[in-house]
């Protein structure tokens, strides 16, 4: 069974730093699908970033970025100039490419504060 | 428009009531979804239908049984609550049930048990 772990409960940022979110991942399957949600306060869960994994070319979303190592199996997530409203709950997920059942599988998250 | 919309956002109920969740999505995707959010945060797929089919039924209670009348609709219907069933339960949906496609998820509803 797939697993998706989340190594940092919590992590801390300054405005305007540069953070890195780790996550590792365990799968027998070579084609799928790595994501970043985001959970405000507010409960939303919002996409940050996707990744397939047959492309070499790591994602970028704006000041969002990811390092996706496939032989090791890591998808981390850098978020450039943080701003106070990047304080959220993040979540690494992982998504099978084959068959019909292939869910979302979320690791345990990551709550990243950012002070000013 | 809201994409996905749960009602209702909040629901407080004493154990052993019946409740239900309604879900809908206006995004014409075939797949849909419900997770559960535990205390810790944890979000763990409960179910999942593909237009109106069910395909995922993970190790849930027989207490808790899904509807889905048609592809926009997914409700979920919880028999004699439990004071363990406090959650937050998303909906979510997703255009296609494989892929590489994302989930887009409701604002949840947070259930607390008394």
């Known amino acids: 069974a797939q697993t998706v772990t989340q190594s940092q409960p919590e992590m801390s940022v300054q405005e305007a730093e540069t953070v890195t979110l780790s996550c590792t991942y365990d799968?027998?399957?070579?084609?799928?699908?790595l994501f970043w949600y985001k959970q405000p306060p507010s409960r939303q869960m919002i996409l940050v970033i996707r990744?397939?994994?047959?492309?070499?070319q790591n994602a970028t979303e704006n000041r969002f970025s990811v390092n996706f190592q496939k032989a090791a199996k890591s998808f981390s997530l850098k978020i450039s100039d943080s701003q106070l409203g990047d304080a959220a709950m993040y979540f690494c997920?992982?998504?099978?490419?084959?068959?019909?059942?292939?869910?979302?599988?979320f690791g345990t998250g990551t709550l990243l504060a950012v002070q000013p | 428009d809201t994409a996905v919309s749960q009602t209702p956002k909040y629901l407080v109920t004493q154990m052993g009531n019946d409740k239900s969740i309604k879900c809908e999505q206006n995004?014409?995707?075939?797949?849909m979804y419900w997770y559960k959010q535990d205390s810790k945060k944890f979000l763990k797929i409960m179910f999942s239908?593909?237009?109106?089919?069910?395909?995922i039924n993970e190790t849930v209670p027989n207490r808790f049984s899904p509807k889905s009348p048609d592809k926009a609709h997914l409700n979920l219907h919880i028999n004699s609550l439990e004071l363990g069933d406090s959650a937050v339960y998303f909906c979510?949906?997703?255009?296609?049930?494989?892929?590489?496609?994302?989930?887009?998820f409701g604002s949840g509803t947070r259930l607390t048990v008394v």
């Open positions: 979510a949906s997703s255009q296609k049930a494989w892929g590489s496609y994302g989930y887009t």
């Open positions: 799968t027998s399957e070579s084609d799928y699908y």
């Open positions: 990744q397939e994994a047959y492309k070499q």
């Open positions: 997920a992982y998504r099978r490419r084959s068959g019909a059942t292939n869910k979302l599988i």
């Open positions: 995004l014409g995707h075939d797949t």
């Open positions: 239908y593909n237009n109106k089919e069910l395909i």
